[in-house]
């Protein structure tokens, strides 16, 4: 009688150890999608150096703070952020290239477009030493990126 009492549940438990080891060989979402990843660019006020994800990088000028707004090369936006940019001197038109959509921007302006599509800004693209400078907080805004600024240091982040 005693085995009887025994030998119910060990044989009940032996039945589910397959069914247990099936259910942890499906996998979860978290199995099938990719981990996230995020970029952090770091840009200190009054340095030509920067950082992306911890690592030390350098732009021909530092940000600049020109009528309260702080402006950042979009060259350096743009490259660590996997776009493209390129400049038609003669114009003075830069382009941004996203993969998705193609951006038009001139220098002095407050018009932009985006797949020939008129657009505004709040504050004017400026040129300075060359390089094609752009409100961070448009950049942020515009790509559904992250910003916090403290103590002279912009930081900005996307979780991809």
């Known amino acids: 009688m005693k085995l009887n009492k025994l030998l119910a549940p060990v044989l009940g438990l ?9 259910f942890a060989a499906t996998p979860t979402t978290a199995d099938m999608s990719p981990e ?6 770091q840009f200190t006020m009054g340095s030509k150096m920067y ?3 911890g690592a030390s990088m350098s732009m021909p000028m530092a940000p600049v703070v020109y009528k309260g707004t702080t402006y950042v090369p979009l060259r ?12 038609n001197k003669e114009t003075s038109t830069t382009w941004l290239d996203t993969g998705i959509q193609r951006y038009e921007f001139w220098v002095n302006s407050k018009v932009y477009k985006v797949d020939n599509m008129r657009k505004g800004l709040n504050d004017m693209v400026i040129s300075r030493n060359g390089q094609t400078l ?6 942020v805004d515009n790509f559904e990126w992250d910003m916090n600024v403290s103590n002279g240091m912009i930081t900005i982040n996307k979780t991809y």
């Open 51 to 53: 950082m992306v994800n």
């Open 76 to 87: 350096y936006l743009a490259m660590n952020a996997n776009m493209k940019v390129s400049y």
């Open 14 to 22: 032996s039945l589910l150890l397959p069914a247990a080891g099936a």
């Open 36 to 41: 996230l990843k995020t970029k952090v660019i």
């Open 134 to 139: 752009v409100p961070v907080r448009w950049f």
